[in-house]
Each structure stands twice: as structure tokens, then as C-alpha cells.
């Protein structure tokens, strides 16, 4: 247990409908990350916040895609218009992000899975 | 363009053998190599990582070596269990910047035989 927890672990929407996910990191860390990952790959960088500043995002994250940490606490990740396309699992991280640390290490959570019908 | 190259795909060996996963970077700039082990229907988990200022590392059964003038470096597993059955996943970041994001690899499935 890493202790980055996701929320909902499965979801199943029709094409179309907008779907959200949560991301609690670990307590006190300063940096979340959203990644996506599809069958035999590895993770993709979608989007990345220090505190509740949201500082990169992806090509990846089209308009679509929106994701928020108010507070610099959790986040969210919203897919507006679902396409086929986006049925992959969509994977939160954190990390200390302690300015000089030589090691930040990031942490995963168990993802959420998202099947577009 | 894929900046981190993991080889081979897949990979069988017998209990107790010694599996060798492989993995070529593009990025100069990368300053920080950690591999992520993970298994069905779970996130990826930190296993051991490596900076370019040493050429070896070992925690466990679990061992990096690091060619910089190369771009390579590789993960060793001693003594393979069948528990080691997972996906392993070479990354690569710049710890430099404000942004330490990770660049994986595809990944390769490794599969121990009792």
C-alpha cells in the first residue's frame, strides 16, 4: 500500500458521458502527477501539479481532459465526451517535491480503469 | 520519438535464474533511473533506482548496473522466484527541474517458472 489512493478503482461509461476521478496523495506531498497507461505500455505523463498550481501538461491532455487540485490537497481528473479512445487506466502519483532532495521518489496509486462502451 | 527503449519484450526463466532486463535512454539531461515493478490490476511500485554517478547499485536480490557513455543501464534479478512474475518498467526523469516527471519504458512481462 503506497498510500496514493484512487477513486472510483472501475468505471464503465457510455461514449459521450463525462467521467471523474479522484486522487488522494500521500499526506504532505507537494507534487501529483495524473499518467495514463493503455494495455502493454508503459505510463504516459498527462498532467502535473506543485501544490494547487497545475505547472505542465501533456500533449496527451486534449480539451477534453481537465484536472484540478483545489487546496493542493487531492485532485481530480475529469474526461468530458468520453471516446473509445480514452478506455485506458488513468494513474495518480505524488511526491515529496523537496526543492535540492537529490531522491524524489514518486509513489503510485492502483490506478482507475476506465472502459468506454 | 520513444526516449526510453526497453528490451526484450518478454522474458521466461526458471526459478532461481537470473534475469537481465535492458534499457536504452536518449536524454543526456536524465539524471535519475528507477524501475517500477507491477503487477496485474495494480499500480506500478518503486523497486530500485540509480543516478549516473555510480555504475552499480544492489538492494536484495535486485541490482542496477549504469553505462553512461553508453545510455544503458539494466536490471539483474538474483535468485528469481515465481513471485517476481510481473511487468517491469525501466523510467528515466530530470530531478533538476521544478517537474521531476517520469518517461517509461513499454515495459517488459516477466514470467518465473516454479
Known amino acids: 500500500d503506497t498510500g496514493v489512493s484512487q477513486n472510483p478503482r472501475h468505471k464503465i461509461t457510455k461514449r459521450g458521458q463525462n467521467v471523474t476521478f479522484r486522487c488522494d496523495p500521500i499526506s504532505e506531498h507537494n507534487r501529483l502527477y495524473w499518467y495514463r497507461q493503455t494495455l502493454g505500455q508503459g505510463p504516459e505523463f498527462l498532467t502535473y501539479f506543485q501544490n494547487e498550481a497545475q505547472l505542465e501538461k501533456s500533449r496527451l491532455l486534449s480539451d477534453r481532459f481537465s484536472a484540478e487540485r483545489p487546496k493542493g490537497s487531492f485532485s481530480t481528473l475529469e474526461i468530458q465526451r468520453t471516446e473509445q479512445g480514452d478506455s485506458a487506466m488513468y494513474l495518480c502519483?505524488?511526491?515529496?517535491?523537496?526543492?535540492?532532495?537529490?531522491?524524489?521518489?514518486?509513489?503510485f496509486g492502483e490506478g482507475s480503469w476506465l472502459t468506454v462502451v | 520519438q520513444q526516449q526510453v527503449k526497453q528490451s526484450p519484450q518478454s522474458l521466461i526463466v526458471q526459478k532461481g535464474g537470473i534475469p537481465i532486463i535492458n534499457c536504452a535512454y536518449e536524454n543526456t539531461a536524465f539524471d535519475y533511473f528507477p524501475w517500477y515493478q507491477q503487477f496485474p490490476g495494480k499500480g506500478p511500485a518503486l523497486l530500485i533506482a540509480i543516478r549516473p554517478d555510480v555504475s552499480e547499485k544492489k538492494e536484495g536480490r535486485f541490482t542496477i548496473s549504469f553505462n553512461k557513455s553508453a545510455k544503458q543501464f539494466s536490471l539483474h534479478i538474483m535468485d528469481s522466484q515465481p513471485g517476481d512474475s510481473a511487468t517491469y518498467f525501466c523510467a528515466a526523469s530530470r530531478t533538476s527541474g521544478a517537474n521531476s516527471k517520469l518517461t517509461f519504458g513499454k515495459g517488459i512481462t516477466l514470467s518465473v517458472r516454479p
Open positions: 502519483a505524488s511526491s515529496l517535491g523537496l526543492q535540492g532532495r537529490r531522491r524524489d521518489t514518486i509513489y
